[in-house]
């Protein structure tokens, strides 16, 4: 089965914190994404990569950024967190094939990340 | 506005009864896939449907696909409380910046015992 594991379930932070949020996924796949969640919104694209050291930018990439030093591992950053940011974050992996980042997305469990 | 737009918002249905909801999205796609969250989890992977197909099946699961309507609908036959969730219906599609997954707001099903 495929496993994706984010760092944290829960998280709450202050106005002005760097935060990290991480993901691992023990199948192999190239392709990793972040999306959050708010009610409503459904899930919204913030970062993706498609191989190692490789990032593209999603549809709401402000006030993000990501790192993929290891196949496995997408990190996300929020430099300096705000209160818009509080939300659930979900983190997702598929495999490369000719539909790239067409294919099924794996998620991970999501972190809930409050930001006072 | 969201490429997936899903209908109803909210489903209550008695266990045993179907539960049909639907998607309709605006621009061309090459596939769209159905997920399910159970509250505050992460989302699961239900079934994908192509844009050359209609119809596709999944245990339980049924969904259709008409492309020149630009819509989809998930039918969860013969309902039990463990298909209490949400349900997403996402679009892919090939875009320059990228091919990637486009998530409705879903529908938030409860079914009764």
């Known amino acids: 089965d495929v496993k994706v594991t984010q760092s944290s379930r829960y998280l709450v932070k202050r106005t002005g914190e760097k935060v990290f949020l991480e993901c691992v996924q023990d199948m192999d796949h190239e392709n990793m994404f972040w999306y959050r969640q708010d009610p409503g919104l459904g899930l919204r694209l913030i970062y993706f990569?498609?191989?190692?050291?490789?990032?593209e930018k999603g549809d709401i990439p402000e006030g993000y950024s990501v790192s993929r030093e290891k196949k496995e591992r997408f990190s996300l950053i929020l430099e300096s967190a705000s209160t818009n940011q509080t939300s659930m974050y979900l983190c997702a992996s598929s495999p490369q094939g000719w539909d790239r980042g067409l294919g099924t997305q794996y998620f991970g469990p999501g972190t809930r990340l409050l930001v006072l | 506005s969201q490429q997936g737009e899903e209908d109803p918002q909210a489903l209550s249905i008695q266990e045993g009864e179907n539960a049909t909801m639907n998607c309709s999205y605006k621009t061309s796609i090459n596939n769209l896939q159905w997920y399910r969250q159970n509250s505050g989890r992460g989302l699961v992977h239900l079934i994908l449907?192509?844009?050359?197909?209609r119809e596709k099946h999944s245990g339980r699961l049924r969904v259709t696909l008409d492309t020149s309507k630009k819509s989809s609908s998930l039918l969860i036959t013969a309902s039990r409380a463990a298909d209490t969730a949400s349900y997403f219906c996402?679009?892919?599609?090939?875009?320059?910046?990228?091919?990637?997954?486009?998530f409705g707001g879903g529908t938030r099903v409860l079914v009764k015992p």
């Open positions: 449907i192509r844009s050359n197909e």
């Open positions: 996402a679009t892919a599609a090939i875009k320059a910046a990228g091919n990637k997954l486009t």
């Open positions: 990569s498609y191989d190692v050291k490789m990032k």
